[in-house]
């Protein structure tokens, strides 16, 4: 099938309709531009339809006539692409999705490929109908005459794709090569990772991903430096960063391939901005939590921890005061992990020679000096109290609601006593010793199941079982199923002081949790049915509010449950509200950390292209073939063993907001399909997760201090 050459027409790449993008197309029309402004391009011509383009010559003698002067008969090998109106956008890039052919040698070689080419779109706007690709906002769909790029092909000596700026940390102010012996073709379709080059737009070059000796690799200093010229230029023609590609002649001189707009910039966190995470308060309240939730337990916390830090004179009262120590991101419990001293500080040096810590310090010497002999004392005199609370709270149903309200309201104030003390138990008394809540709880469950005995019989005996369920006002988890043997239970009286503070703090949280579904149910009886069984959803004043009679939220029919959000990275800072991955401290070594390429961070489970698919799969894979963009939006996340974070998949992947790590050694062997995994696109780590509750076979949890409860006589629903 030959090419209709009647209905083409060819414009000259230093022609202004060749710079026109409506009618060559954003990569050709990026091209002349960059032609015109004077930056290194080679020569060439782009075939549009001819009924878009009057007057512009068409047909097969001018088809024919630009192919002879591109030295086509000559034997001179040509590159045939695509130059769609909806790629090389500043919305969408829609990368590796359209063909090139390469090394194209004689006539019937060449209308073959531009056959190739155009027949390319058609299947492309096949997987836009689809749903399988983004679709342009307005335009023609991308098979409606797509146009088509010709150059000849230069036999690089080294290319590759390079960014003015980060994508994946939002930092305008590096610039990120991939390079490669040869032509960078072999690295947009990731089937080579090639050697990474972080650089200073000055040009100093920051680090290599792999390490590669100096003098070695594929780009020399004086390779790296054209390149950073090369990328400030283009930035000055197009007005922003670009997306690049590249390639070195023989000779040792720069050649533009390519130039569009970056997509996917990840928003860069503000000066200063916090570094959080998960940390200790995860322990606590580790999964996603509804507002009434985050106003009953992470509140009083926050409170507790403040009053720590300030007792161990840790940081100034005004921070404390300004900064909440424990805050929520998409639901989930986080922490300031600088003040809680569970990340390094980002001066150490600095911090050193500062007075004012020692100065804090030791003002608060003397208070922490009589505390830690004094704290294993109040904290028992504490946890009486809350036993002894806990005992005379009659059932919720036999409760007035002002009675319930008032329970709920003590749970709160107790909480952040209990915090206080269990920090401080934990950092002041380090000969602390005992059993841990968990394995008390675990040695319990292993003779109640021994026992036939289930679950609601088996926590009304023990609430020290408790510990192992996370603390929710939803539908209670079932505990876990087959356990093995863990010792055995010798008492709660046996646990350590900061334990026995952990056990109280998921005994007042069960109690909480007993008084307000009782709440709920009589709530409901005066709501309307949209706003029934919505209780979760009001904040502490307004659940005060209603419960006195007065009016509820008029948009609580409206309100839904927060998602099940995937677990926040281990350290993050902000940038646009949503959370930015930190690496902290030096890259592991141990295969299971590539580099990051965006997308955010995603947990599911290993899938490696064949047989049934998770819903949640993670695509394990070789490398990054652009064959797999059609399957990009229902993943969970992306592993590679190849590729480059420059790559045409991950770029669509950080398009798509699929958390990818690629350069991960032995991914495929190491993460069989089946494997519960978390990934995170903004450091590269791939973390094996542990298998849910129940089939884990005989092993001890692996967070085995994790914070437990035991409420008194009736308070547990």
Known sequence: MEIDADSLAVAPLDTAAARDPGLSGAKAANLAR?????????????????????????????????????????GRPLVVRSSSVHEDTEDSSMAGRFESVLDVRGWDAFTAAVRRVQESAARVGGLVA??????????????????????????????????????????????????????????????????????????????????????????????LAQLVRLARRTERVYGGPQDIEFGFDADGRLWLFQARPITAMAARPERGARLLGPGPVAETLPNVLQPLEEDLWLAPMNQGLTLALDIAGAAPRRMLRRLPIATSVDGRAAADLLLLGAAPAAHPVLNFINPAPGARRAAAAWRVGRLRSALPLLARDLMADVDRQLHDLAAPRQLLSGELLDAIAWGRTVLASLHAQESLAGALLDTDTGNTAAGEALAVLGEGRAGGLGDEELISRHPVLLTLLPPTLGERDPLPGHTGRHGVPRGVGF?????????????????????????GTRMDSHCLVGERRKIALLRWRELLGA???????????????????????????????????????????????????????????????????????????????????????????????????????????REYQVPTAVGVAGAVDRFPPGTPLRVDGGSGAVERLPQQAGTAGDSEPENEGAPVAGPGKGAVA
């Open 34 to 74: 960059a032609a015109t402004e004077g930056l290194p391009v080679l020569p060439g011509f782009v075939i549009v339809p001819a009924a878009r383009a009057p007057g512009i010559a068409g047909g097969p003698d001018a088809l024919r006539a630009a192919w002879r002067e591109l030295g086509g008969a000559d």
């Open 130 to 223: 689809a749903g399988a690709g983004p679709r342009p906002a307005a335009g023609p769909e991308p098979d409606s005459g797509m146009s088509v790029l010709v150059q000849p092909m230069l036999k690089a000596a080294a290319g590759g794709v390079m960014f003015g700026a980060d994508p994946v940390e939002g930092r305008f102010d590096r610039i990120l090569v991939s390079a490669v012996t040869g032509g960078p073709d072999q690295l947009v379709d990731g089937s080579t990772q090639g050697v990474r080059y972080q650089l200073t737009r000055h040009g100093h070059l920051r680090h290599t991903e792999p390490e590669v000796p100096r003098g070695t690799g594929p780009l020399g200093r004086r390779a």
């Open 547 to 653: 419960a006195d009679g007065g009016t509820r939220p008029i948009d609580l029919a409206e309100r839904v449950p927060r998602p099940d959000t995937p677990p926040l990275p281990t350290a993050f800072r902000l940038a646009g509200g949503r959370p930015q991955a930190v690496v902290l401290g030096r890259r592991r070594k141990d295969g299971h950390e590539g580099q990051g390429a965006g997308g955010g961070q995603g947990t599911g489970t290993a899938w490696h292209g064949d047989g049934e698919r998770p819903a949640d799969a993670v695509l394990v894979v070789r490398s990054l073939d652009p064959a797999l963009a059609p399957l990009l939006p229902e993943l969970a996340g992306l592993v590679a063993e190849t590729g480059s974070v420059l790559s045409h998949l991950a770029v669509l992947a």
């Open 495 to 519: 646990l350590s002081v900061r334990e026995g503070l952990r056990l109280r703090v998921r005994w007042v949280q069960e109690m909480q949790t007993a008084m307000v579904r009782e709440l």
